[in-house]
């Protein structure tokens, strides 16, 4: 089982910026995609960045330019989300997504818990 853990949500005026932090712990053999995901009050969770295997990276428009996300390069198991010129449209939950393979070369699916991002007008 894997499981993710996140912090750096909080609450920010517009034009701040917050770093997320997400690390995956549990029987990990290998990591495809680690990314971050938001769902705004009444609205559909949806794809905020993502990277594949460290190399690729994929924005939602409304975020490119703003946000960069990043794996470790020490430990290949965490992601991070820089987010920049922050507006009160970015405020949602977000949610660290992993997928991968265990150590039975099982593919496996995980979410974080959430953290709560606020930014204030």
């Known amino acids: 089982q894997v499981q993710l853990v996140e912090s750096g949500g909080g609450l920010v005026q517009a034009g701040g910026s917050l770093r997320l932090s997400c690390a995956a712990s549990?029987?990990?053999?290998?990591?495809?995609?680690m990314g971050w995901y938001r769902q705004a009050q009444g609205k559909q969770r949806e794809l905020v960045a993502v990277?594949?295997?460290?190399?690729?990276?994929?924005y939602a428009d409304s975020v490119k330019g703003r946000f960069t996300i990043s794996r470790d390069n020490a430990a290949k198991n965490a992601v991070y989300l820089q987010m920049n010129s922050l507006k009160p449209e970015d405020t949602a939950v977000y949610y660290c997504?992993?997928?991968?393979?265990?150590?039975?070369?099982?593919?496996?699916?995980?979410w974080g818990q959430g953290t709560q991002v606020t930014v204030s007008s």
């Open positions: 997504h992993c997928h991968g393979r265990d150590y039975g070369l099982r593919s496996f699916t995980s």
């Open positions: 549990g029987s990990i053999f290998s990591i495809n995609t």
């Open positions: 990277t594949t295997s460290g190399v690729s990276t994929n």
